[in-house]
Structures are given as C-alpha cells and as structure tokens.
C-alpha cells in the first residue's frame, strides 16, 4: 500500500508532461516527499521543547506539510511550473521562520546551500533563466542568514572566529554557486546527447517499423497482431541474379541492390505502401495496412509499373542482361512483430501467398497479378489474361499480366 502510495506521488504529472524528459517533474515531486518527512522528524523535537517555542515549530511544521501536499496536486493538473515555485516558496518560508523563530545559530540555513546544489535538477534547459534566478536567491538567503547570525545572535566566538566563520560560509557559498553552474552544464549536455541517441533510436526503428507499428511497441508490450480483410501484396524479384553475382564483384552487386531498393522504397513512400522487407535480391511491400484503405490494389500496380520502368534505367546504366519480375496479389492479411532479437514486422495469409506465387510463376519484365487484384483495379489499368496456372497448395489459380494505365479517350 505504501509502496503503490510512493510510486502514484512520484509519477504525479509525468504521463501528461509534454516534453519527453520528466526529470524536473519527478525531482519536485520526490524533493516535496523528502521535505515533508523531514518536517515529521522534527516533530518529536518540537513537542519536547514546546515550552521554547515549541508550539510555534509544531505550526510551522504542520503548515509546512499541509502546503506540499500540493504539490503532486498541481504537477498532475500540469501546473509544472506552479508546482516547482509553491515547492520552493514553501522552503524558503519554513526555513526563514525556523531560523529567526528560534534566535540561535541550529545551522538551518545551510538548507539553503543543498537547494542551490539541487536546482540544476528542478528546471528544465528553456528555465535557465528562473534556474539561476532561485540558486542567486538562495545564495543571498544563506549569506543573509549568516549576516543575521553575526550581528544579531549572541555567540562563544571572538571577533576574529566570527569573521573567519563569516569567510567560510562566504566560500561555501560560492562553492555551492561553482558546484551547481557545473552540474547545470553537464545535465544540459546529458539530456542533449540523450536527445540525440532517442532521436537516432527512434529513426532506426522506423526504418525497421511503421510509424503506428513502433509507436505501439514502445507503449505497450503485449504481443503485436493485426487482421486486415483486404490488402494487397508486392514482391519483386530480380531475374537471374546468381548469374550476375559471378561477372561482378561484392562492391558493384551491393551498390546495384542498393541503388534498386532505395529507389523502390521511394516508389513506395510515393504511392503510400509499406515497405516490409528484403531478402536477397528480392523486395517486398504492402498496401492496406498497417492503416486499412479502399485503394491499396490500385496502389500497388502504379508502384509496380514504376518499379518496372525504374529498373529498366538502372539495368541499362550498369548494362545488366535481366529484368524485373513482379507479383501481385490481394486478400486477408495477418501482421504482426515476430522475435525477440532482430524482430521484424511480418506478415502471413492469403494475399502473401497469393502474391509470392505470383511473383515466382511470373516472367521477366511482366506484372502477374491474381483475379481479385484485377477486379478491384480493371478500370483502372489495362490487362491481357494470362489464364489459369497450376500453383502449388493452391491448385489452378486464374491470372492476369498488367500492361499499364488505362488510355483516357477524348
């Protein structure tokens, strides 16, 4: 119950907090908690000496705690900044009052100095302003503090252990400025390198993910799954590439697949399909998914015709005696993220079939696609009908070569 009670204090605000590092939100939360439990360990102290001003600490004290409770209150209704300026306006309060209330030097106000240590850590990088504004507050409260001590407060101390006491607290003090200037500096330098490393994190699974795929991995662990009623399926294959692979060396080939598949995963971005992997010099992409849309067939013969003619160009530029065979195929659809290592975004059922068949049983330089891809986009494009093929686990299966878009006539 405690335990629950703690993390709820803790993560107040967190969830809604815009910027992506909660620090200062969980430091004002956890600096509040730790007030208050300072403030209850003072209590027995208070209630001993009630007859010296006891009474009036218990109220202070009380006071004190009631006013953090707050605190959690305003950082969940995402009042951040109210929140850190109650948390420190509540210190400096108790801290003054507890000082002057008992007229004896308790070395209270070296409070002080650990706030200004610890204000690096309230703010964030666009806050330095009031950062520095609160750490010169507290600086000047402590040597106030002090001064008060010296002139005011009856002490043991000799003029010269006075003034010497007075220098010390002045070098702690500056101590303290030196110490959290340092600390400002290497926060701000944490968080951008942190900044930089999510950032890189991120692109990297995006390049692996889709956007909405990622961002539910991210949040949530449960095991990814997706039905799709209708989606299309692209695979493209190089025709013949083993023979290639033995006239050309490891640099021409990779730079080859390299110059083929950014091309064809800018084809997909242009015409909205998901890029779901390579394998060898095979390409594979999907329409449909992972957001359901009415013309992910449509989507996926203008991206196939503009592969075609794409790689024709990339062919000719590094003379390569092949061509591009591409299938396609539409129907229920099963994605998912698969592996714990090296996961992937994949995908299973009818229309991944459908469409690996295609491409496979295809010819160089052809678009073979399945009855339902033409019925969904025959006023669309033009088609000449190949007729049936013997597929295996599938049996005879009703196919169509794609030739281009329709001629709009007058």
Same mark, same amino acid.
């Given at each position: 119950m405690l335990k629950r009670f703690l993390r709820m204090w803790v993560s107040?605000?967190? +969830?809604?907090?815009?910027?992506?590092?909660?620090? /200062? #939100?969980r430091i004002t939360n #956890?600096? +509040?908690?730790?007030?208050?439990?300072?403030?209850?360990?003072?209590?027995?102290?208070?209630?001993?000496?009630?007859?010296?001003?006891?009474?009036?600490?218990?109220?202070?004290?009380?006071?004190?705690?009631?006013?953090?409770?707050? #605190?959690?209150?305003?950082?969940h209704a995402s009042c951040y900044l109210l929140a850190k300026t109650w948390l420190i306006i509540v210190y400096i309060l108790n801290l003054l009052i507890t000082c002057f209330l008992w007229q004896m030097d308790l070395y209270i106000h070296f409070f002080y100095l650990l706030a200004v240590v610890c204000c690096p850590f309230f703010f964030t990088?666009?806050?330095?302003?009031?950062?520095? +504004?609160?750490?010169?507050?507290?600086?000047?409260?402590?040597?106030?503090?002090?001064?008060?001590?010296?002139?005011?407060?009856?002490?043991?101390?000799?003029?010269?252990q006075q003034s010497?006491?007075?220098?010390?607290?002045? *070098?702690?003090?500056?101590?303290?400025?030196?110490?959290?200037?340092h600390i400002q500096k290497n926060v701000n330098r944490s968080w951008k390198k *942190?900044?930089?490393?999510?950032?890189?994190?991120?692109?990297?699974?995006?390049?692996?993910?889709?956007?909405?795929?990622?961002?539910? *991995?991210?949040?949530?662990?449960?095991?990814?799954?997706?039905?799709?009623?209708?989606?299309?399926?692209?695979?493209?294959?190089?025709?013949?590439?083993? /023979?290639?692979?033995?006239?050309?060396? /490891?640099?021409?080939? #990779?730079?080859?697949?390299?110059?083929?598949?950014?091309?064809?995963?800018?084809l997909s971005l242009k015409y909205g399909l998901e890029k779901i992997k390579t394998s060898g010099d095979g390409y594979m992409a999907a329409g449909g998914l992972p957001k359901a849309n009415s013309l992910h067939a449509i989507q996926c013969c203008f991206c196939a015709l503009e592969m075609q003619q794409a790689f024709q160009k990339i062919s000719k530029k590094y003379d390569l005696k092949t061509g591009l065979r591409i299938g396609i195929g539409c129907g229920e659809v099963i994605a998912g993220i698969i592996g714990k290592n090296k996961f992937s975004y994949d995908m299973w059922g009818e229309a991944v079939n459908l469409a690996s068949r295609m491409e496979s049983h295809g010819l160089c330089n052809k678009i073979q696609t399945t009855q339902s891809t033409y019925e969904l986009t025959k006023s669309t494009f033009d088609y000449t009908k190949?007729?049936?093929?013997?597929?295996?686990?599938?049996?005879?299966v009703n196919t169509y070569w794609l030739l281009g878009r329709k001629q709009l006539i007058g």
């Open positions: 107040a605000g967190i +969830a809604s907090y815009p910027h992506e590092y909660f620090t /200062p #939100v #956890v600096i +509040a908690f730790l007030v208050i439990v300072v403030s209850l360990c003072q209590i027995p102290g208070a209630l001993w000496f009630w007859d010296q001003a006891g009474n009036f600490q218990l109220l202070i004290t009380g006071s004190t705690i009631t006013l953090l409770v707050f #605190v959690p209150f305003l950082n990088e666009q806050e330095t302003k009031l950062k520095w +504004a609160f750490s010169i507050l507290f600086t000047g409260l402590f040597l106030l503090t002090e001064t008060y001590y010296q002139l005011n407060v009856t002490t043991q101390y000799n003029s010269a010497f006491k007075f220098a010390s607290a002045g *070098l702690l003090a500056l101590a303290s400025l030196l110490c959290s200037f *942190l900044a930089l490393e999510k950032k890189r994190s991120e692109q990297l699974l995006l390049n692996i993910l889709p956007n909405s795929i990622a961002q539910r *991995l991210k949040s949530s662990p449960h095991l990814i799954a997706d039905y799709f009623a209708q989606a299309s399926i692209l695979f493209a294959d190089i025709q013949n590439f083993t /023979p290639i692979c033995r006239t050309h060396t /490891p640099q021409e080939l #990779v730079k080859i697949l390299n110059e083929t598949f950014c091309t064809f995963d800018e190949r007729g049936e093929i013997e597929i295996k686990g599938l049996g005879l």
